[in-house]
């Protein structure tokens, strides 16, 4: 008998036995594909609100997420709409494979505009100083709040290697009361440094700076 000459039961139980497999994998592509177009193009993603580059400071994931989601509530912010992204870089520095894959990714965050500022300890500060990443805290802060941070010993005066003028560069994280919470560059000298970005994330950025910066 042909499948031709099969009634409509015999014929879905002749599919079914043969073809199974095939159903499946259909089925199992039609559902990753719906759920990537919906990810993708339709889900709502969070924007960026500030992001700020953790560079050789381990952090776990409970932390990220626990530091993230204090900082977002001191904001005010809703994190279905904007949120704060924290991004920790560490690795051991005899990894050569691992130490080049976390600078490729640190610098495509970086030129992406996905990074507004950066915490790093005093080594990596004059590292990212020099390949002219940071931008002068004068271009950010108030008169008033420079001088507060100058008179208690804070700020990190460089020479900015595209004018070669000496400009603060960056704040020492000494005195945030954050990252003492989370145990964070408290072993060595660290400091914090708003890289060039767009004007879009200037506010917010400053914002975000204040609510690590208070002591």
């Not at 199992?28 to 992001?51: E, R």
């Not at 992406?112 to 004059?126: C, L, R, V």
């Not at 008169?143 to 990190?156: H, N, P, S, T, V």
């Amino acid at each position: 008998m042909t499948f031709k000459e099969l009634d409509g039961k015999a014929k879905l139980e002749h599919i079914w036995i043969y073809y199974k497999l095939r159903i499946f994998m259909i089925c199992f592509l039609i559902i990753a594909g719906i759920s990537i177009i919906y990810t993708v193009f339709i889900k709502p993603h969070p924007g960026n609100y500030c992001g700020i580059a953790m560079y050789g400071q381990f952090l776990s994931m409970a932390d990220d997420d626990a530091i993230t989601d204090e900082i977002n509530t001191r904001l005010a912010l809703d994190p279905k709409k904007d949120t704060v992204e924290v991004e920790s870089f560490f690795t051991d520095d005899a990894d050569v494979m691992v130490e080049a894959q976390l600078n490729q990714k640190f610098n495509t965050y970086l030129y992406a505009s996905q990074f507004h500022m950066i915490m790093a300890d005093k080594e990596y500060t004059d590292t990212f100083i020099a390949s002219g990443y940071y931008e002068s805290m004068t271009d950010y802060l108030t008169e008033e709040e420079i001088k507060a941070f100058d008179e208690k010993g804070l700020l990190y005066y460089a020479y900015d290697p595209e004018t070669g003028t000496e400009k603060p560069l960056a704040v020492k994280l000494s005195n945030s009361a954050l990252l003492k919470k989370y145990g964070l560059y408290q072993d060595k000298e660290s400091f914090v440094g708003f890289v060039i970005m767009p004007e879009e994330f200037k506010e917010s950025t400053v914002k975000t700076f204040d609510i690590i910066m208070a002591e």
